[in-house]
């Protein structure tokens, strides 16, 4: 099905972010995103405190999405909106605001994968990014997952590798709270990593078999290491941040090379593509781009803005869906976990 004129308004709120955006096909004409910063003062996500911050902010996201697209609600073609994964009670209010909104309009109404959006984000058109030809890897990297995906169609995805426990963006936060560092940490150790000698510390990377990732025995050797290091200097924290934030974003980064070298040895695909929000990371930014000299890969970064939850990228899969008329009815249900 192809139309020119097809307007996408997108809807996200997995977890913590409220977000919308309006697509005309695969431009993003507004993506707008509301934080919720009450979770700071718990040091974690707080799933009552989150689904009723939605609420608060889901009209107001909505109208500021459609103003800065300067399009009118009745000329939208179809509501996409995130399914899951994600927090149940955040989740609700997303799908029932989408189902009530495209209930009225009589539009379709678009169900979205999380997890495939962060990697068809890709394909969002704008300027100065390339999209990935298939087949191509896609390294998707979140607070709540580590996989590696191989990508044959927009709807075609195998996940050929994944973690047997922890995500990796569970590694940089829980780290950081050892550290002492306020939530979330994974942007900090980031920060504080730029300024450090990242082989001034070693850390044992797991040994899992095959493609997938283990992180929970880095974090226990990374707590043992410190608490260590504490008995020894009570100060050392202090007078080796840098040092230890660039020690262990080092050999986080250097795990998830490692895979997908394999990945790329046993698929043969050269072309790699990360997504979620720890691709926002500027070490693993920087080795993945290196990599197109070093192994020959095409690498694939999406614009900052589209790593992090955001609804453009639940806009873009809304958008490739549409042009296969693949709609869900009001009786489509949220899923706290769900696979391709």
């Not at 996989?147 to 426990?165: M, R």
């Not at 043992?224 to 050999?251: G, R």
């Not at 290196?290 to 453009?312: R, V």
Request: glycine content about 8%; overall charge neutral; charged content about 20%.
């Amino acid at each position: 099905m192809q139309n020119s004129e097809v307007f996408i308004l997108a809807i996200e709120s997995s977890c913590d972010d409220t977000a919308a955006a309006v697509l005309h096909n695969d431009k993003v004409l507004s993506n707008v995103v509301a934080n919720q910063l009450i979770h700071t003062q718990y040091g974690g996500v707080v799933p009552e405190l989150a689904s009723r911050a939605h609420q608060q902010n889901i009209v107001p996201v909505i109208d500021a999405a459609l103003r800065n697209a300067n399009i009118k609600k009745e000329q939208l073609s179809a509501i996409s909106f995130t399914q899951g994964p994600g927090l149940m009670g955040s989740l609700l209010v997303g799908s029932s605001f989408a189902k009530s909104m495209a209930s009225a309009l009589q539009i379709p109404l678009i169900a979205v994968n999380h997890m495939h959006a962060h990697i068809l984000a890709h394909f969002i058109g704008e300027e100065g990014y390339e999209k990935p030809s298939f087949p191509f890897l896609a390294l998707t990297i979140s607070g709540g997952h580590t996989q590696i995906v191989k990508v044959n169609d927009y709807f075609d995805l195998t996940i050929i590798g994944e973690t047997t426990d922890d995500a990796v963006g569970e590694a940089f936060d829980k780290s950081a709270k050892i550290l002492g560092l306020p939530y979330p940490g994974g942007p900090l150790v980031d920060k504080y990593a730029q300024l450090g000698n990242p082989k001034a510390f070693a850390f044992t990377k797991p040994k899992v078999p095959g493609l997938n990732f283990s992180f929970s025995g880095l974090k226990t050797a990374i707590l043992y290491f410190v608490q260590k290091k504490k008995l020894e200097n009570p100060n050392f924290i202090e007078e080796n941040l840098n040092d230890i934030c660039a020690s262990i974003q080092y050999t986080i980064v250097e795990i998830l090379m490692d895979k997908l070298k394999l990945a790329v040895k046993e698929t043969g695909i050269k072309q790699i593509a990360i997504g979620g929000g720890v691709s926002a990371n500027s070490g693993i930014r920087k080795t993945i781009k290196e990599a197109e000299q070093k192994y020959g890969w095409k690498t694939f970064i999406p614009k900052f803005e589209y790593t992090t939850d955001n609804a453009a990228m639940i806009g873009i899969v809304g958008y490739q869906k549409f042009l296969s008329q693949k709609f869900e009815t009001s009786a489509v249900v949220s899923k706290a976990r769900i696979q391709f």
